[in-house]
């Protein structure tokens, strides 16, 4: 596998969405599983509607940086990233990797690639958001490697 970087183009949208929502499917299986089927029905009633918009959002309202990697000439990964307006930090976003290609260093490669680029681009602190549920393990891992410290946080949800 020769993994390549490259800023995100128009044409590369519906395959972005596409791995994004495999990508994701396993996270939010862990999350119904965590909440159980009310909590989770209540709180993502159609998560992958609301990933589809968010990844759009990201890839065309040009308020995020966003590249994908290649694997080839197929769109194996996609990172976003966001400059706080301060200018004083960076936030990685929607990390996701083709189910077919994770466990490959795509992660990896994204989360370095996305932390390099925050760095020239003169910010002191960046920050990725994950879930502490069993489907963000291997996100937790990439995140750990790459020298990010977590800050344990817990969400609670009722139903009511």
Known sequence: MQIQVRPFEARDLDPVIDLSLRAWAPVYESFAEVMGPEVFGRQYPDWRTSQRREVEAACTEGKAHVWVAEDGVKVVGLVAVVLEP???????????????????????????????????????????????????????????????????????????
């Open 86 to 160: 301060e200018g004083d930090a960076g936030a990685i976003e929607l990390p996701a990797v083709a189910p077919d290609c994770q466990g490959r260093d795509v992660g990896t490669t994204l989360t370095e690639f996305a932390t390099t680029w925050i760095k020239r681009a003169g910010v002191t602190l960046a920050s990725i958001w994950t879930g502490g549920d069993p489907g963000h393990a291997p996100a937790r891992r990439t995140y750990e490697k790459a020298g990010y410290t977590a800050l344990p946080l817990v969400r609670y949800y009722k139903a009511l």
